[in-house]
Each structure stands twice: as C-alpha cells, then as structure tokens.
C-alpha cells in the first residue's frame, strides 16, 4: 500500500517520529507493526520491520525509527525522507506482542530497552484511548537523559494513573540520586508488577536485553505464559 508522510518530530539526536496516512491500511492492534518498502531509480529495494507508536485503530499511523550506523533504510527515514514523501507499507503485522483493552483488568507489565519502548508506547495510547483502568507499568531503561522517546508524553501519563520508572545505563538526569547501571534483577523486584499479582508481561528492546530480562523474570517466578517479547537489532 503506498503511505504518505503527513507529519515529522525529532524524538532524539538519533531517531524520529514518522505520521503515515494510509487509506487501504486495516486498523491496527497495539503492539503491531509494519513492513516499509524502499525503491530505488535501479529497481533496487529494501525492506524493513518497524513497530507502530499509535494507538490501536489510530489514523494516521505512527513509527517511531533509530538511525542504525551502516543502515539501508534507517538513515533515510531519520535524516532524508519529509512531508508528502511516499513509500510501501504492508501490514499490519503480529499477533504476539499485543494488547487489547477488552481482555480485562489483569495488570500489564511493560518492560523496554531504549528504541524497544515504541510498540509499549502504542500499548499506553490505546489504554488512555480507550478510557481503560487497567494499572499499567512501565520500566524504561536508556544510556541517558537525551536518548529518551516521548518525555513529555511519558511524564502525562505518568500523572494520569500510569507508574513510569526510567532507568540508566551511563548518564543520570542531573541531580539524580540514581546510579548508572543497566536494568538488573534488583530493578525488576521493585520496580514491577509482582509475579503474584499474574500480570501480563511485554519485553520489546535489543537481544541481549530482552534475554537478560526474560531469564531475571523465570527465575522470579512470573509465569512463561504471560511474558511476550520481541527483540531487534540492525540489519546488514
């Protein structure tokens, strides 16, 4: 399907916000994603997986990209493409790493390393869309202050009945009393949702992350039923 740019921001020094208008596109889940297709004048094309930011059913859709050093497709999404530029879209795609406000008030547990916060950030939108009281956390860890995703967004939500914990695994905010270390076992006893309460746990960020994370959240007793990931990771 060929999707429209209606809109840009710049997220960080390194990522960008894309708004996508796509007439045929069926409405999505929160946690989906889509396949962006590249042309170029020599029939060369490449293809990527990017998770959508907007809330479920939203029009038009959002992605949210990180520049990838050697990337095809992310340098141009980040530093070139703008608005009224088209490209392919297919999609959207998954049904693993989603959620739907009508599969009740079970708490959700929502666990990102640094760009992995874009499908979670979806999965916030659709709850504050669609009015829901299911508690929601989310434990975000960054290198630093800068590298965060939607701040001002995460702060709003943060004020209206959502625990946000951000964590850092270089550069504190200024002033912090935190401690720069990546997100450990020690942050998942008690900055999470407790395995006896059963929540629903989504982990989205890179391999190494997502692994760390799943194996702490075994061996704390959450169950393996509940806990849907999804990694990433460049693409040469």
């Not at 050697?70 to 998954?94: A, C, F, N, Q, W």
């Not at 008690?190 to 391999?207: D, H, I, K, N, Y």
């Amino acid at each position: 399907m060929t999707a429209t740019v209606v809109s840009e921001r710049r997220e960080t020094a390194t990522a960008r916000t894309l708004r996508f208008s796509v007439p045929d596109i069926r409405p999505a889940v929160a946690g989906q994603r889509i396949d962006i297709r590249l042309s170029g004048d020599d029939g060369y094309t490449a293809q990527r997986s990017y998770s959508l930011s907007s809330a479920a059913g939203a029009d038009p859709i959002e992605i949210t990209v990180e520049r990838f050093k050697d990337g095809e497709v992310s340098p141009y999404l980040v530093d070139d493409i703008t608005v009224g530029d088209m490209l392919e879209v297919r999609g959207p795609i998954g049904g693993w790493l989603v959620w739907r406000p009508e599969e009740g008030a079970r708490p959700v547990q929502l666990i990102a390393g640094g760009s992995g916060v874009a499908p979670l950030m979806s999965m916030l939108r659709t709850r504050e869309a669609a009015g829901s009281t299911t508690p929601f956390r989310l434990l975000y860890g960054v290198t630093d202050p800068d590298r965060v995703y939607y701040s001002d967004e995460l702060a709003h939500l943060a004020e209206h009945g959502v625990t946000v914990d951000i964590r850092y695994s270089r550069r504190v905010p200024e002033g912090s009393a935190l401690t720069p270390r990546r997100i450990g076992r020690e942050d998942l006893e008690a900055l999470t949702v407790p395995a006896s309460e059963q929540p629903w746990v989504f982990v989205c960020g890179p391999t190494g992350f997502v692994e760390a994370v799943s194996d702490a959240l075994l061996a704390m007793g959450y169950d393996e039923q509940r806990i849907r990931t999804e990694r990433f990771g460049p693409t040469s």
